[in-house]
């Protein structure tokens, strides 16, 4: 069994993001990132989960509040 020691990196040190000559500034897509989760998306989720609530909400209403009702007028 072998343990390592030294705490010092292995390899060289990194060059900086920016650098022109790095290559990994195109390989690691260092460039400007458009944002995955879009605004369309968000609207879209929006819209189901307000339909979701409403559609339990009806059948709350009519599951619940309705046989209470009619037990309660006759």
């Known amino acids: ?3 390592a020691v ?3 990196p292995a390899g060289p040190e990194p060059a900086p ?3 022109d000559e790095n290559p990994a500034r195109d ?4 460039g400007d990132r458009e944002t995955p ?3 369309a998306a968000a ?3 929006a ?3 307000f339909v979701g609530i409403a559609v339990l909400l009806l059948i709350y209403r009519f599951r619940v509040l309705g046989p209470e009702r009619s037990k309660a007028s006759s």
């Open 27 to 30: 390989l690691g897509d260092y």
């Open 37 to 39: 989760f879009t605004w």
């Open 47 to 49: 819209g189901l989960g």
């Open 17 to 19: 993001r920016d650098q």
């Open 6 to 8: 030294d705490d010092a």
């Open 1 to 3: 069994m072998i343990l």
């Open 43 to 45: 609207w879209l989720l």
